[in-house]
């Protein structure tokens, strides 16, 4: 093996043993690769719908894409958020959170629904489908 090929081989080997320590400084995560991964993160059905901040400050968040979700604080305890599908079933409308009535509200026909989701009158014939909510810092997420 002469002088150049020798050379060679030592600057693979480094970029080799190098490579590892520079993709973990290009995660953009800035966490520990090491860290468990919250079900929020590991789902990929799970739709980010907003913060928590967001939340306390519009009272409800809703997202109609690529699924209608609704998003609310439970009134009873505050810390505990609740998520359902957000599409009544009678023209396909999306729920408004009413929360003078602790209700959902069809705004198109006035179908309401109650906080666990149950349908209370109609003309929707079925309750809102519950979803699961997961909180990841400050980053809310629905999956199914």
């Known amino acids: ?3 150049r090929e020798f050379l060679t081989w030592v600057g693979v080997g480094s ?3 190098s490579l590892p320590l520079a993709l ?5 995560s800035g966490t520990d690769s090491a860290a468990p991964e919250t079900e929020a993160a ?7 719908l907003g913060t928590v901040s967001e939340l306390a ?4 968040l809703v997202a109609t894409s690529p699924e209608k979700v ?3 604080a439970d009134p009873a305890d ?3 958020l609740l998520a359902f599908t957000a599409n009544c079933n009678h023209s396909n409308c999306t729920v408004e959170w009413n929360p003078d009535e602790t209700l959902f509200v069809c705004p198109c026909h006035q179908s309401r629904f109650a906080l666990d989701g149950s349908l209370q009158s109609g003309p929707a014939t079925a309750d809102l489908e519950p979803l699961t909510v997961t909180v990841e810092g400050d980053q809310i997420f629905v999956s199914a």
């Open 1 to 3: 093996m002469n002088r």
């Open 15 to 17: 970029l080799a043993t």
């Open 24 to 28: 973990a400084a290009c995660n953009p």
């Open 42 to 48: 590991t789902d990929p059905d799970a739709i980010a």
């Open 57 to 60: 400050a519009a009272g409800s």
């Open 70 to 72: 609704i998003v609310v």
């Open 78 to 80: 505050e810390s505990q």
